[in-house]
C-alpha cells in the first residue's frame, strides 16, 4: 500500500509543479476531444434529427446501423483510419498519420454515432401533440426544428457528454493513430499506459486525476445546466 499512498502523493506534486510531459498529455487530450466533439455535435444533431423525426423506408435498418456502430470496437475504427491515411492508402499524402488531426479523425467517427443514435431516441420520445399543435399553428420547418430540440435539449446534453466521455478516455484510436509521440500526440490515456507499463506510477495517477476532474467539472457542468 505504501506505494500506492506515494504515488498519490508524488502525482499532486507533478501537477502543481507543472510537469511539462504531464501536462503536455493534458492540453493535447483537450484539443483532440474537443475538436471531435465539436465536429460529431455539428453533424450528429440534425442527423439523428432527422432519424428520430421523420418517417421513411429503411428506418429500421438505419436505426439498426446505428445502435451497432455504438458498440463498434475502437480498435477496428483505428485500423480503418489507420489504412486511410497511411503512405499506402488514399489520404496518405495529407500527412495525418501520427498527427493529432489523425486522432480527431478517428474520435468523430467514434462519437458521431453516439450523439446521433442517443438523438434520434430522444427526439422519437417528444410527444406527438407538439408536433400536431405545431403544425396546426402554421410554424415553419425551422421553427418546429428549434422548438422540438429546445424540449429535448437535457437528452441532447446527455448524449453530448456521452459522446465527450468516449472519445476523452479513448486508448487504441489515439495509439495507434497518434502513436504515442511524447509532446506531440501523447494523450492522457496512451500517457497512463505507457508510464504505468514503465513503473512510473505517480505519473499514471497525476494523469488519472486530470481525467477524473475533466470528467466531474463536465458533469457538473450539465448539471448546472439543467437547473437553469
Known amino acids: 500500500m505504501d506505494f500506492i499512498v506515494d504515488g498519490f502523493f508524488r502525482a499532486i506534486e507533478l501537477l502543481l509543479s507543472g510537469d511539462a510531459s504531464t501536462w503536455s ?24 434529427f432527422v432519424v428520430g423525426f ?15 456502430l455504438l458498440a463498434l470496437p475502437t480498435v477496428f475504427i483505428g485500423l480503418v483510419v489507420y489504412a486511410f491515411i497511411s503512405r499506402q492508402g488514399p ?12 486522432i480527431v479523425i478517428g474520435l468523430t467517427i467514434l462519437a458521431f454515432p ?34 422540438c430540440l429546445w424540449e429535448v435539449r437535457y437528452g441532447i446534453l446527455t448524449a453530448i457528454v456521452n459522446a465527450y466521455g468516449r472519445v476523452s478516455t479513448e486508448v487504441g484510436i489515439a495509439m495507434m ?28 495517477i497525476a494523469l488519472g486525476l486530470v481525467l477524473i476532474s475533466i470528467a466531474f467539472i463536465v458533469n457538473l457542468s450539465l448539471s448546472f445546466l439543467r437547473k437553469k
Open 54 to 68: 421523420f418517417d421513411f423506408k429503411g428506418k429500421k435498418q438505419l436505426r439498426t446501423v446505428l445502435d451497432t
Open 114 to 147: 453516439v450523439v446521433t443514435a442517443i438523438t434520434a431516441s430522444t427526439i422519437e420520445g417528444i410527444d406527438p401533440e407538439l408536433k400536431l399543435t405545431l403544425v396546426s399553428l402554421g410554424a415553419g420547418k425551422r421553427h418546429i426544428l428549434f422548438t
Open 177 to 204: 493513430i497518434g502513436g504515442n509521440i511524447k509532446y506531440h500526440t501523447r494523450t492522457i490515456t496512451t500517457a497512463i499506459a505507457l508510464e504505468t507499463n514503465k513503473g512510473m506510477f505517480a505519473d499514471g
Open 91 to 102: 489520404l496518405g499524402e495529407f500527412g495525418l498519420l501520427f498527427t493529432l488531426s489523425g
Open 25 to 48: 498529455a493534458v492540453l493535447a487530450t483537450l484539443k483532440v476531444s474537443a475538436c471531435s466533439l465539436l465536429i460529431s455535435t455539428v453533424a450528429g444533431l440534425p442527423c439523428g
